[in-house]
C-alpha cells in the first residue's frame, strides 16, 4: 500500500530555535497533505492543509506564522515550528492521500509515523 | 463544522469478548467513515471504513455498522485478541471538504485482558 515517510522521528531543540519537519509520500503522488497534532491521550487535531504549489489551509487558532508550511512538490511537504517554546512540544504527524488511488483506496489517508518535538 | 464524538474513552474487555466503540456526527453530508488504529508511539493505520451508501461492512473479526438516520457509526471487534490493544479513532469526512479533511473523534483507548 501507500507509504508515507516522516522525519525527524523525533527531535530535542532549545528555546528560540526553528524545526523543520519532512514528510514524504515515497510511492505515490499527493496534492494535498495533513499536518496535525497529537498530545499525550489525546486525539489528532489538524492543524493544516498543505496544497501543493499554493498557500497552506489553517485551522482556526492555529498560527501559521509559526507554523510555516510549504508543499514544493507532489511527494513532499514540509512543516517548520519557528521560534520554538516548550509549549511547542508534542507529536507532529503528517498525513497524504494517493492522489489515484492505486496504491490504496481514493478516500484513504495514509499516516506518517509521527515527529516528537522537544523543546527545552 | 463537522464534529465527532466517541464513546468510551477507556474500554477494557477479556481476551475472546467483544468490543464496541460508538461514534456520533454532527453534518449530515458526512458520506465517508473510516477507522484507524494507533498502537502505542506508532503512525494511525486504517483497519476498516464505510461508505455513506452503506449500513455494514465487515472483515474479519472488525465490522463497521453506520446509521445514517441517527449520525452514528459502530466499530465492532469480536473474539478480541491481546494484540487488539490499541487507541482506536473515528473520523468523519464531509462530503463538502474538498480536500479530504476528515475531522476525528477523541480516541478509545482498548485494553484487552489476557
Known amino acids: 500500500g501507500a507509504v508515507v515517510s516522516q522525519h525527524p522521528s523525533w527531535v530535542i531543540c532549545k528555546s528560540g530555535t526553528s524545526v523543520k519537519i519532512e514528510c514524504r509520500s515515497l510511492?505515490?503522488?499527493?496534492?494535498?497533505m495533513f499536518w496535525y497534532r497529537q498530545f499525550p491521550k489525546q486525539s489528532l487535531m489538524l492543524m493544516a492543509t498543505?496544497?501543493?504549489?499554493?498557500?497552506?489551509?489553517?485551522e482556526q487558532g492555529v498560527e501559521k506564522d509559526k507554523f510555516l508550511i510549504n508543499h514544493a512538490s507532489l511527494t513532499l511537504s514540509t512543516l517548520t515550528v519557528t521560534s520554538a517554546h516548550p509549549e511547542d512540544s508534542s507529536f507532529y504527524i503528517c498525513?497524504?492521500?494517493?492522489?489515484?488511488?492505486?496504491?490504496?483506496?481514493?478516500?484513504?489517508?495514509?499516516f506518517g509515523a509521527g515527529s516528537r518535538l522537544t523543546v527545552l | 463544522g463537522e464534529n465527532v464524538e466517541q464513546h468510551p474513552s477507556t474500554l477494557s474487555v477479556q481476551e475472546g469478548d467483544s468490543a464496541v466503540i460508538k461514534c456520533t456526527y454532527s453534518?449530515?453530508?458526512?458520506?465517508?467513515f473510516p477507522w484507524y488504529k494507533q498502537e502505542l508511539g506508532k503512525r494511525p493505520q486504517l483497519i476498516i471504513d464505510?461508505?455513506?451508501?452503506?449500513g455494514e461492512k465487515k472483515d474479519q473479526r472488525i465490522a463497521v455498522t453506520l446509521n445514517k438516520t441517527a449520525k452514528h457509526f459502530s466499530l465492532h471487534i469480536t473474539e478480541t485478541q491481546p494484540e487488539d490493544s490499541a487507541v482506536y479513532f473515528c473520523a468523519a469526512r464531509p462530503s463538502t471538504s474538498g480536500t479530504y479533511k476528515y475531522i476525528f473523534g477523541t480516541g478509545t483507548r482498548l485494553k484487552v485482558l489476557a
Open positions: 464505510i461508505r455513506s451508501n452503506v
Open positions: 510511492d505515490f503522488q499527493a496534492t494535498t
Open positions: 453534518d449530515s453530508a458526512s458520506n465517508y
Open positions: 498525513s497524504a492521500r494517493d492522489l489515484q488511488g492505486r496504491l490504496s483506496g481514493a478516500n484513504v489517508l495514509t
Open positions: 498543505s496544497n501543493e504549489g499554493s498557500k497552506a489551509t489553517y
